[in-house]
């Protein structure tokens, strides 16, 4: 809508471009219609995507890098912790290398309810991922990990304006 479309890669760009944002939209207007089912407001749906996110990797997260990554204080972190666990979505297990160090991991009932709830979505997906090739889908995977890293770049950008601070226009 708002890209020059003189050539064929200027209509893809475009179209990319507003296929990635009804993408974020649908994804987004998903996620809340599983947080309202389980009483989980938009943070909390943060907060069990960077958990599942960290597991996913194999590196369980921290409060204090939860924290991080959603860009709340240590007090907000520890109320949202709490909460998430006390709701079942989260359980907490010390590190046994360090007693001291904490991480969070899915709670089975969490695990449970997120099945139950994103299979058929999954189900959709494998579907569509399986009428492309394997070298079509290295190709969408190094574009979307791309993607991923510029919206995170971004997203960090903005965190670090501070509201009080005046913009100066660039130059």
Same mark, same amino acid.
């Given at each position: 809508?708002?890209?020059?479309?003189?050539?064929?890669? $200027? @209509? =893809?760009?475009?179209?990319?471009?507003? +296929?990635?944002?009804?993408?974020?939209?649908?994804? @987004?207007?998903i996620?809340?219609?599983? *947080? !309202? =089912?389980? !009483?989980?407001?938009?943070?909390?749906l943060?907060?069990?995507?960077?958990?599942?996110? *960290?597991?996913?990797? #194999?590196?369980?997260?921290?409060? #204090?890098? =939860? #924290?991080? @990554?959603?860009?709340?204080? &240590?007090?907000s972190?520890?109320?949202?912790? +709490?909460?998430?666990?006390?709701?079942?979505?989260?359980?907490?297990?010390? $590190?046994?290398? $360090?007693r001291?160090?904490? %991480?969070? /991991?899915?709670?089975?009932?969490?695990?449970?309810?997120?099945?139950? %709830? %994103?299979q058929?979505?999954?189900?959709?997906?494998?579907?569509?991922?399986?009428? %492309?090739? +394997?070298?079509?889908?290295?190709?969408? /995977?190094?574009?979307?990990?791309?993607?991923?890293?510029?919206?995170?770049?971004?997203?960090?950008?903005?965190?670090?304006?501070?509201? $009080? &601070?005046?913009?100066?226009?660039? #130059?």
């Amino acid at each position: 809508m708002y890209r020059r479309r003189d050539s064929r890669r $200027d @209509q =893809l760009v475009a179209e990319i471009t507003n +296929d990635l944002r009804r993408y974020s939209v649908d994804a @987004q207007h998903i996620g809340h219609a599983f *947080a !309202g =089912l389980h !009483g989980l407001n938009p943070t909390d749906l943060h907060a069990l995507i960077a958990v599942m996110d *960290a597991e996913l990797l #194999g590196t369980p997260i921290t409060p #204090g890098r =939860l #924290g991080e @990554q959603l860009n709340l204080s &240590s007090g907000s972190v520890t109320a949202l912790v +709490d909460r998430l666990e006390r709701a079942g979505h989260i359980r907490r297990d010390r $590190d046994t290398a $360090d007693r001291r160090k904490v %991480f969070l /991991h899915y709670a089975d009932r969490g695990a449970a309810l997120a099945r139950e %709830f %994103f299979q058929p979505l999954g189900r959709r997906t494998d579907r569509v991922m399986a009428d %492309f090739g +394997d070298a079509e889908l290295e190709i969408v /995977h190094r574009f979307m990990a791309t993607m991923v890293t510029a919206m995170r770049e971004h997203r960090d950008t903005v965190r670090a304006v501070r509201p $009080d &601070s005046p913009r100066r226009p660039a #130059g």
